[in-house]
């Protein structure tokens, strides 16, 4: 990702969103003025994730991996049989992306409160075989980066999630999966 920004170009933002497309431009969510998300164009999506702070977190669209601050995060679960389900680098596209900010507003009695941003988001969703996968990163601004992994299946099923890191196994969980229902961890990122 050469000449990507490191720092959001907008004082009010300590994050903004960018999309790099498969020719190696850049879309930000701000360059001289406010970029609409649904202005992304999907199809030719490369990378996309956030910018802020000398921090630079993404996800390749090809395959669903994440790279937190040069962390390379993928996603696998092994079922009760021991068969692996690859979740990311499935040969699936992952362009359809997810970006939001979460804000707070603090009424006293009757007066107006102001918004302040309490955290930034991004992430993605995609369907797999007998999976619906979703992935958010969330960034606080006051607490450690964390991520939602929320996974359902098709059919009840058990087993392990495995999260590697730097293609490594860094930590396992296991879930069991209910038809149609969805399971969702929080993992801090350390």
Request: with cysteine.
């Amino acid at each position: 990702m050469d000449n990507i920004l490191t720092k959001s170009p907008i004082d009010s933002r300590l994050f903004v969103w960018v999309a790099q497309y498969n020719n190696d431009e850049y879309f930000y969510e701000y360059d001289n003025k406010f970029n609409e998300f649904n202005d992304i164009k999907k199809d030719i999506l490369k990378c996309f994730g956030m910018i802020g702070m000398d921090m630079i977190m993404t996800y390749d669209v090809a395959t669903g991996i994440f790279d937190i601050c040069g962390r390379k995060l993928s996603f696998m679960f092994k079922d009760e049989n021991n068969n692996e389900i690859k979740l990311t680098d499935t040969g699936n596209i992952y362009n359809d992306c997810i970006s939001y900010k979460s804000a707070e507003t603090v009424l006293i009695g009757r007066e107006q409160g102001q918004s302040s941003i309490k955290s930034y988001n991004f992430g993605y969703k995609i369907k797999l075989n007998n999976f619906n996968l979703k992935i958010i990163i969330h960034i606080p601004l006051d607490g450690k980066i964390n991520i939602d992994i929320s996974i359902s299946s098709d059919n009840d099923t058990s087993g392990n999630l495995f999260i590697i890191r730097n293609d490594e196994l860094y930590t396992k969980q296991f879930l069991s999966l209910t038809n149609k229902q969805t399971s969702t961890i929080n993992w801090i990122v350390v």
